[in-house]
Every structure is written in structure tokens, then in C-alpha cells.
């Protein structure tokens, strides 16, 4: 409105021009404080790149890597992992892995016709690891599933030598022979003549038990001993060396009574049967609670698992049948395949390759197909190392081979006689690569803290950055830590790694400058860029964490660790034959015990039993009898042990102790012989960890902390970046809290400017209601005026 010459809205519009001068600078601040803080968030992420890449090069065998090559990879392929070490190997490819495969002797008109007449149908592919050949269903037994376990496994019968096969043996017309009894039937078995060595020997005795009838394993235990083992299995077996002119060039004494096998114990949801004869062919009625499982073995029972699954057979028809074993999921597939007109025949195959994934099924349920037949032989892919009598093979259930070599897995591709050389060698070539990453992050972070906190006196400008002295020390921080000598690696300076300083103060890498020094010196590099430290000689440096401060750090003791073991057993040897059996867990070990056997001949067996069971575990010498004691020190050894396991023995705990203690005087956590500090502990040694020479305690002296190049790296850019204690975190911090305190001045600003302005306008508006009144009287006294003055004019 333009009353009397008065422009309100502009006069209002011009006044808060003046009032809003004070918002855009607060407005303009803020703006200065986001760019900041944006730049500090980029120099974050350049922190956090360093970080990284020298993380690549610090952690724990980060300069053990290693590489693969393969003389003909149309043959065999090879892929490594972290625990591969240097080494090569030669072989042939002999043969690939086939799955097994079953087809129906007969054949039916139409898949609708019924090939068999059971009801149900026992089905199940992998079973041959535990020992089960084939599988049926027996009296009473529905659909469902069967989970059968091997809870002891069967073993033949043993009798062993006393004494050590000499190193040159001659057998001739008054030592061949000895008079022997297997399984209740006796025979002379007669050695052929010659001279033999150990091994030669144990050969020998072998041709000589096949040629008399079999049914017997000769083998050479690691003192040198002879052993003679039935191949049937259970308590149905025995074996007993009676006699003979070859006992004394066997070092055997003779068997004063017959040694019987170990029974197997099979459980199916807690019923148990026991399997007394094992052999293979040998058929078996399992009892599963509901029911009878039958099985025919495929040679002794082992510890383990197997699923076996009952289904419906339907209507019994080709169809019926395919269709309830695909179903069934048993590691088994079915297809009724149409031969020619009216003739369809079933063909069943393993789901998996290798012969412990054949398939378990008796051919003779399928009555009303003649029964099946093989139509391929499970098969395991086999290589053969070396070639002659030295030659020996290497098998695998898929064409894969896993840590045939350390860390290495071959993938075989094609049979072939021609050898194949796999080799591992260093890797240096990569581990170059990522020094050189490390060096490029480190120019890219000082790069961008030069940007952001340069400054041009020409121009007057600045970089967001510019007066933040915590960001230009960082860069410092990062260049001592990449370009200094580590400690304790004084012979070698990160300049000797290719590592070099610039003018500038970035850093140059020349790598083949680090690929000679690696391959001079691996351990050296290797610890210039890592974590070490030194020992006192009875504790060890093990490990830091990047939270981990360099310093000293006094190691006290307060408890030794100890391992796991037995008391003094069979001190003399054998008085009565026994079972003994050591546990870890669900997992358990057994040997049977001859009496007269000497303490070598049970700590052979029972180590035998031990590794078999994959246990931790080692019978060894102790005096004139043995011990029993864990590999691993501390709790992660404990096991129990039963020396009696057929009579009234029990099972006897035995456990090992952790050790105990503090580092720089905060209580730690033991495992074994390691002792550790948390990466959270409240003390400059967080993280660190040391190994502990046993049955020592007290003070043990210091063990300094000695951070590598990367290390160092680490470390730093992990500090700075701690929630709440770091540096960079700080400056962030207080960064984003400058941009709220602007965003709350801007909003009291802007609230207040708003108040100012309603005002305003509301106090013209007022003066212009006024000066309307005031011009509107104006206009009536001038239009009364006017008026008067006619009124008054010269009369006529």
C-alpha cells in the first residue's frame, strides 16, 4: 500500500535486510564448519585405506603366501590356501572318481508293472565308511529313517612279537615254518627261503598266510615288531601262533592261549546290538527298537555314522519305486528307462563319486526284475607318487585332493600316465604388490592433509583444514611410522625394503629393490613390516593386537601349565589280557591288551588305536611300562582313560592345567602354555600375548613389544580413529558439534527474525491505518474549505 507517499512493504523489506546481516554470517560459519567437516571425513577415509593396507602386511603370516603351478593343467588343477608352505610333487593320475551304479537284470513291460513285492524299501548311499555293504528291511520294519551308529568298532584278532625283526634275517629248511590256528582251525604255514630285511620279512610271512589259506594281515609295527591279524573281525575271531621252527627268526615266544577279537556295538536310538562275527558278506540283523534292519557288511564295522531310510513302495510299479527313491533323499537316484518298446528297466545311481558313496540296497527286493546287477563300479580317483617299488598311491572319493601337499588342494582332470609336478614356491610377488599399496595409501593421506590444510599467501585462501594442528601432526605421525627404523630390526631400515622419502615428504617403493631383500632374508622383511618382540628365553613373544602399545611388559606367573596324563601303566608289560580304552569327548579309542605283551608292544597298539580315532593323544614310554598323555597343554587335552573296559575298569579322568597369571600386573587369560591379555584390558599391553616355558611361576622377567613398519601403521591409524579417544575421532566430534551449535544460533536467529519482521509489519500497518484516517480527514476539511470559500465569494 502507497498511502501519502509510504512504500510498507519495501520499507519493511529494506529493515530486515539489515536485521538478517547477523544469520548470513552464522549461515556463512556453517557452511565453513560442513566443508570442514566433510574433509575431516575424507581424511578419515584415508586413514582408514592405510589402515587397511597395512593390516594386508602386519597380521600374522602375512609374508607366508605362496603360489601353485602345474606342469599340465589340462590334467590336474591346484589351488592353495593359507597353510601352504614351499615343496612340489610328482604323480600320475591313475584314475578318476566314478559313482557307483546299479541296473535291473530284467526288465517290465511299462513302468507301471510291479517290480517287487515288498512293501516298504531300505535305501541308503554312503554307508561303506562305517562297514555296510547292503541294507533291507527287515521283520516289523515301517517308513521312516533309521540313524545308525557305530558306537565300537569291531577288531580281528592279534598276536604279536616280542622282539624286534632283526635287520638281516636268513630263513632256511630249520627256521621256515610255524604252526598257527585262525579262527579254531590250525595249519603250518611255511615261509619261502631267502634273506630279508624288516620289511622283506613281514612280506614274506604275508605270501606265505595267502598261500596256506588267508584270512590273516601280517604287519610291521614301529619298534620292529611282527604282528599277525585276522581279517575276519569280532569276538568269533582268534588267532594263536602255536609253534614252529620260525619263531625264534619272528622274535615271537609262542601264544599260550588263543587272543580273540573285539566285538562291534551298533545303537540305533539306544538299542544295541551287538556284532560278534565282521566280516565281508557276513549278514547282520540289526535291532532298531521297531523293527529288524538287515545288513550285509562290507568288511569290519567302524565307528561312525550312517541314515538309512525306509520308504513306501506304493503300488510296487517301476514308477512307484523310482519316484519313492528319488523322494527318499538317501544319496541315491532312480530312473525307469524305456530300453526299446515293452521293455523298461530300473537304474539306480550314487549321488556322489568314490566308493564310500556306494549305493546300500539288496537287488533282491526287486523280484519282479530278476534282481540288479552292477553297471558301474564305485571309484575312487587315485594318483600314483613315484614310480617302482617305492611307488605309492593316493585315493579320494571325488576327483579332489586336499593337503596332499600342506594347504594345497588338486583338482584332477583327466587320467593320464604322463607325470604331473605341482609346485609351491613364495608368493613375493604378491606380498610386493601390497607393499606397494601401502606406500600408494600413504601418498594418497598425505596428499589430501596437504590439500586441506594448505594455505596461499598470494591468493589468501586456505585450505578447510588449514588451522587444525591435529590433522598436520597426524601427517607427521604416519611418515615416522612408515620411515623409521623398527625397533629391534636395526640391521634393516624400511629404505633397505624399497621403501624410500621424498623431498616432499611422500614416499617412493622400488620393488625390485624389496624382492631382493625378501628373497635374501624372508624372516628379516618379514619382521620389519610385522609384530614382534623380544623373550626373556622362558617367555616367548606370540602375538599383539593393533591396540597394543610398543613397551616392556613384566610377565609374572602364578600357575604352570601342565598336560593332560596317566599314571605309570603295565609296568613290566602284560600280566592278563584287558581292553583299554582313552576318550575325548564322544570320540574313543580301544586296543586289546595280550597277555605277556611287552609295555613297546602295547604303546604300538594303543598309539595305532589313538591316531585311528584321530585323537591328540600319545602312548609313550614310561620306565618299564607307559604313560598316557595329551599332545595339547592345558585344559584343551583333558581325556579320560579306562584300563579295563571289560571288566570292572571305570573311566578315569585326566586333565591338564592352563597357565596362570598377569602381564604388566593385570590378570590375563591362559590357554595351554599361552598366556593373553583382551584387547579391551585396561592397559597399554592390551592384546598382547606370550607363551609360557612349562612348570615355571614367579616373576619371569619382561617381554617387550616391538611393532613393524605396518604395524606401526596400524597401530596409529586404529588410535586416532578410537570411538571417543581418537584424535581424528575428537576433531570429527567436534566438527559436527560446531555445525549443530550453528544450526541451533541459525534457528533462534530465524525464529527471532521472524518475531522482527511480524512486528515490523504489523506497526506499519498500524501507521498506515493512521495516515489513512488522518489523509481521509485531510480530504474532508479541504473538500469543506473548498466550500466556504464559495460561500463567500462576491454576492450577485
Known amino acids: 500500500m502507497d498511502i501519502a507517499g509510504i512504500d510498507a512493504d519495501f520499507i519493511v523489506s529494506s529493515l530486515m535486510e539489515l536485521e538478517e546481516r547477523p544469520l548470513l554470517v552464522l549461515q556463512s560459519r556453517q557452511d565453513d564448519a560442513r566443508t570442514a567437516l566433510n574433509a575431516m571425513g575424507v581424511v578419515r577415509s584415508r586413514v582408514d585405506a592405510f589402515r587397511l593396507a597395512a593390516a594386508r602386511l602386519a597380521d600374522a603370516g602375512s609374508f607366508h603366501r605362496y603360489a601353485t603351478s602345474v606342469s599340465d593343467d589340462s590334467i590336474m588343477s591346484a589351488s592353495i590356501s593359507g597353510s601352504a608352505s614351499p615343496g612340489s610333487l610328482t604323480f600320475s593320475v591313475d584314475q578318476l572318481a566314478r559313482a557307483h551304479g546299479l541296473r535291473s537284470i530284467g526288465t517290465v513291460a511299462s513302468s507301471s508293472v510291479p517290480v517287487m513285492s515288498d512293501a516298504v524299501l531300505a535305501v541308503a548311499g554312503g554307508t561303506r565308511p562305517v562297514g555296510i555293504g547292503s541294507v533291507r528291511a527287515g521283520a516289523g520294519l515301517g517308513v521312516g529313517s533309521v540313524a545308525l551308529s557305530v558306537t565300537q568298532a ?77 581279517t575276519r573281525e569280532g569276538s568269533t575271531a582268534d588267532i594263536q601262533l602255536t609253534g614252529g621252527s620260525a619263531l625264534g627268526a619272528l622274535g615271537h615266544p609262542g601264544d599260550v592261549s588263543a587272543q580273540v577279537g573285539t566285538d562291534a556295538i551298533v545303537d540305533v536310538g539306544g538299542t544295541l546290538t551287538t556284532v560278534t562275527q565282521a566280516e565281508a558278506g557276513q549278514s ?101 607318487v613315484g614310480e617302482g617299488p617305492g611307488a605309492y598311491d593316493i585315493e579320494a572319493s571325488g576327483n579332489t585332493f586336499t593337503d ?128 614382534g618382540g623380544t623373550a626373556t628365553g622362558d617367555v616367548v613373544f606370540a602375538g599383539a593386537d593393533a591396540v597394543t602399545i610398543a613397551g616392556s611388559y ?63 593323544l600319545v602312548a609313550e614310554t614310561d620306565g618299564a611300562g607307559l604313560s598316557v598323555r595329551a599332545d595339547r597343554w592345558g585344559s584343551g587335552g583333558d581325556f579320560e582313560l579306562n584300563t579295563d573296559l571289560l571288566g570292572a575298569g571305570t573311566w578315569d579322568p585326566r586333565s591338564g592345567v592352563d597357565v596362570e597369571g598377569t602381564i604388566d600386573g593385570v590378570v590375563a587369560t591362559g590357554i595351554g602354555r599361552q598366556l593373553s591379555l583382551s584387547a579391551l584390558a585396561d592397559s597399554p599391553a592390551a592384546g598382547l600375548a606370550v607363551d609360557v616355558s612349562p612348570g615355571l611361576t614367579g616373576a619371569l622377567g619382561a617381554v617387550e613389544y616391538q611393532p613393524g613398519v605396518a ?86
Request: hydrophobic share 45%.
Open 711 to 796: 604395524a606401526r601403521v596400524v597401530a596409529l591409524a586404529t588410535a586416532v580413529t578410537e570411538d571417543e579417544t581418537g584424535t581424528l575421532t575428537s576433531a570429527t566430534e567436534f566438527a559436527n558439534k560446531r555445525v549443530d551449535d550453528f544450526n541451533d544460533q541459525i534457528a533462534r536467529l530465524e525464529d527471532r527474525l521472524i518475531i522482527r519482521e511480524t512486528n515490523l509489519r504489523r506497526q506499519w500497518a498500524n501507521l498506515q491505518t493512521l495516515l489513512g484516517g488522518l489523509q481521509n480527514q485531510g480530504d474532508w476539511l479541504s473538500g469543506q474549505l473548498a466550500g466556504l470559500s464559495n460561500n463567500w465569494g462576491p454576492s450577485s
Open 284 to 384: 547282520v540283523a540289526v535291532d532298531t527298537g521297531a523293527g529288524t534292519l538287515d545288513v550285509v557288511l562290507a568288511g569290519g564295522l567302524r565307528v561312525g555314522t550312517a541314515d538309512i531310510e525306509v520308504v513306501s513302495t506304493g503300488d510296487r510299479s517301476l514308477d512307484a519305486v523310482a519316484a519313492a527313491i528319488n523322494e527318499a533323499g538317501a544319496g541315491v537316484t532312480a530312473a525307469a528307462v524305456r530300453v526299446d518298446d515293452n521293455n523298461w528297466r530300473l537304474q539306480l545311481g550314487s549321488s556322489a563319486t568314490g566308493v564310500d558313496a556306494s549305493i546300500a540296497i539288496d537287488g533282491a527286493v526287486f523280484d519282479g526284475l530278476g534282481g540288479m546287477i552292477e553297471s558301474s563300479a564305485a571309484q575312487d580317483a587315485r594318483i600314483r
Open 154 to 230: 569291531s577288531a580281528g584278532a592279534t598276536t604279536s612279537a616280542t622282539t624286534a625283526l632283526a635287520a638281516s634275517t636268513v630263513i632256511g629248511a630249520g627256521n621256515n615254518s610255524f604252526d598257527l590256528t585262525v579262527n579254531g582251525a590250525a595249519r603250518t604255514v611255511t615261509i619261502a627261503d631267502g634273506t630279508y630285511d624288516a620289511a622283506g620279512l613281514t612280506q614274506a610271512v604275508q605270501d606265505a598266510l595267502d598261500a596256506s589259506g588267508g584270512g590273516v594281515t601280517a604287519a610291521l609295527g614301529s619298534g620292529g615288531t611282527l604282528s599277525l591279524t585276522t
Open 554 to 616: 613384566d610377565i609374572d606367573i602364578t600357575t604352570a601349565a601342565t598336560r593332560a596324563e596317566s599314571g605309570l601303566l603295565f609296568d613290566g608289560g602284560a600280566v592278563g589280557p584287558s581292553r583299554v580304552g582313552v576318550r575325548v569327548g564322544s570320540v574313543t579309542a580301544t586296543y586289546d591288551v595280550s597277555a605277556g605283551q611287552s609295555a613297546a608292544q602295547i604303546i604300538d597298539g594303543l598309539n595305532a588305536a589313538i591316531a585311528a580315532a584321530g585323537l591328540e
Open 404 to 531: 596332499v601337499l600342506p594347504g594345497v588342494t588338486l583338482t584332477a582332470r583327466a587320467v593320464s600316465a604322463v607325470p604331473v609336478t605341482v609346485a609351491v614356491s613364495r608368493d613375493d610377488d604378491t606380498i610386493a604388490d601390497d607393499v606397494g599399496k601401502l606406500v600408494s595409501a600413504a601418498n594418497d593421506l598425505l596428499a589430501e592433509i596437504k590439500v586441506q590444510t594448505r594455505y596461499d599467501i598470494d591468493s589468501g585462501t586456505s585450505g578447510a583444514l588449514a588451522g587444525n594442528s591435529s590433522i598436520r601432526r597426524l601427517a607427521d605421525q604416519m611418515r615416522q611410522a612408515l620411515g623409521a627404523q623398527v625397533d629391534g630390526v636395526a640391521s634393516v631400515l624400511p629404505s633397505s625394503a624399497g621403501i624410500q622419502t621424498t623431498r616432499e615428504g611422500s614416499f617412493t617403493f622400488d620393488k625390485a629393490t624389496f624382492l631382493t631383500a625378501v628373497a635374501d632374508d624372508p624372516a628379516i622383511i618379514e619382521r620389519l613390516f610385522g609384530r
